[in-house]
């Protein structure tokens, strides 16, 4: 069983009386642990895509499927279960909250997950942090941490629910060449020992050399889609 699929999906944006087509048809499959980049040019739908996947935006036509569970005519509700309980995402801007420190922005993740279960908790999310090398670290706020530790934050945040699928918008866009490929190098081990799904949005060929699959997007449909055999080579 694929873990998501999408036939036929497009979506249409209004600005005023003139229709924006975003995606024009697609149509993809992502098995179980796979390390995928989606790239193109700016404006040829890629963040819409993971939206879409990511349950953050609906088609305007076509169908969405995660694990077989098509998520058409689903509630914001629903959808949003949906999206804290499979899904974890990674953004180029961190997106952490400034006042609470490395282990209180990945507990608030967990929180959502665990519930009231607070030894489980805690025990999962020291060892999250430990796990993407942030041992130590867990008391300080972003602004005490380099962008790289940030970006580790952020990946030790979407990994503490241990999702299904990991969504990453351009989530080297704002590191340097060594420390990119030192948070690659964490996610890579990440979809390797836990076989957990990672696709990527991206213009950064680090990224693109350590996928193991290519898929490029052109106006709104997928041009190109080659699985290559040199996934997790950034570790």
């Known amino acids: 069983m694929a873990q ?19 995606l024009q048809g697609i149509d ?3 098995e179980k642990g796979e390390f995928a980049t989606i790239f193109g040019p700016s404006g040829s739908g890629k963040t819409t895509l993971l939206n879409i996947i990511g349950c953050l935006d609906t088609p305007s036509a076509g169908h969405v499927s995660l694990e077989g569970k098509k998520l058409d005519g689903l509630s914001r509700r629903e959808l949003a279960m949906i999206r804290r309980r ?5 953004f180029q801007s961190y997106n952490l909250i400034p006042v609470l420190t490395a282990y209180e922005n990945v507990e608030f993740a967990a929180q959502l997950v665990y519930g009231k279960n607070k030894k489980e908790m805690r025990a999962s999310i020291l060892e999250t942090l430990a ?3 942030l041992e130590g ?11 790289g530790q940030n970006q ?3 990946i030790a945040r979407a990994l503490v629910k241990n999702p299904r699928v990991i969504l990453a ?3 080297t866009a704002n590191l340097d060449s060594k ?11 990440m979809n390797k020992e836990h076989e957990t799904t990672f696709l990527f949005s991206t213009h950064d060929p680090r990224v693109m050399e350590c996928a193991g699959r290519l898929i490029e997007i052109r106006d709104g449909l997928v041009s190109r889609d080659e699985r290559r055999n040199t996934q997790g080579a950034a570790g």
Do not use: C, H, W
């Not at 998501?4 to 975003?22: D, F, M, W």
């Not at 670290?137 to 962008?147: H, I, M």
């Open 131 to 133: 796990t993407v090398g």
């Open 179 to 189: 420390t990119g490929q030192e948070v690659l190098a964490v996610m890579a081990k």
């Open 169 to 171: 918008d351009e989530p």
């Open 152 to 154: 580790r934050v952020a």
């Open 4 to 22: 998501v699929e999408l036939n036929g999906v497009k979506k249409l944006y209004r600005q005023g009386s003139i229709e924006v087509p975003a």
């Open 137 to 147: 670290l867990e008391n300080r706020k972003p602004g005490e941490l380099s962008g």
């Open 86 to 90: 499979n899904i974890g995402f990674i």
């Open 28 to 30: 993809l499959t992502v």
